[in-house]
């Protein structure tokens, strides 16, 4: 009875313990969904129907979207993973500035007043590569107020579907095979999917005259 008693005690003992461990070790996982993640919020804007993690969004648009080196306003930035970033990016270009300078928006990457899920509207993006390529960019980050530090590997640019242009252009297979489900796990709660709506439609062009962006491209590297 006496030893029972013991590994009672013992027991009682440890388990407050190895909860504490657990909170210490493991504090994401309760909260993995409690922020706005970059894909959803990608996908509201650029209409570009892809689902799963980040870095795997240029492989799965192989085929389905067409895909590029060359930054174009609507197209979606795909970052592979990196780092610390295991997951990847994505980011839907805004603006073209220059050869070397984009504006994007994106969910999910500074952390502002403290929190994680942030949507940024319209920030800078650079080309640092040394052929000026976009294979390597760096990121504006809110906490320092100018663009990141780090050097990210970029796999390209994927351009949405677009109505067929007035001279006949259009992409080529750009609609999306038909998903066969939605996926089963929920990223946001209500209150988020409120904000990543009303985001993405305050991000939405107004005018809505079909773009030959094919044609853009090629003036862009012509220029």
């Not at 657990?22 to 689902?51: H, K, W």
């Not at 174009?72 to 592979?80: F, R």
């Not at 709506?197 to 939405?204: D, F, G, K, L």
Request: a neutral charge.
């Amino acid at each position: 009875m006496a030893l029972k008693n013991s590994a009672i005690l013992i027991r009682n003992a440890i388990v407050p313990i190895l909860l504490v461990v657990q909170a210490v070790m493991m504090p994401t996982q309760a909260r993995a969904n409690d922020y706005l993640q970059c894909v959803p919020f990608a996908r509201e804007l650029s209409g570009i129907q892809i689902y799963g993690d980040a870095h795997s969004w240029w492989d799965q648009a192989a085929g389905k979207y067409q895909r590029g080196a060359m930054p174009v306003e609507g197209a979606v930035l795909s970052l592979p993973s990196h780092g610390a970033m295991q997951l990847g990016h994505v980011a839907v270009v805004r603006d073209i500035v220059d050869d070397r300078n984009i504006l994007i928006s994106h969910a999910n990457w500074s952390p502002i007043n403290g929190k994680r899920g942030q949507i940024e509207r319209r920030v800078a993006a650079q080309d640092v590569s040394a052929r000026n390529d976009w294979s390597l960019i760096r990121i504006w980050y809110a906490p320092i107020e100018n663009l990141g530090t780090t050097a990210f590997p970029v796999n390209g640019f994927i351009y949405p579907a677009r109505q067929t242009a007035p001279d006949g252009r259009q992409w080529a297979s750009a609609k999306p095979a038909r998903q066969s489900r939605m996926p089963n796990r929920s990223l946001f709660d209500r209150r988020l999917t409120a904000d990543l709506e009303q985001s993405a439609a305050e991000e939405r062009p107004t005018d809505t005259e079909p773009r030959d962006l094919i044609g853009e491209l090629l003036d862009r590297v012509g220029s």
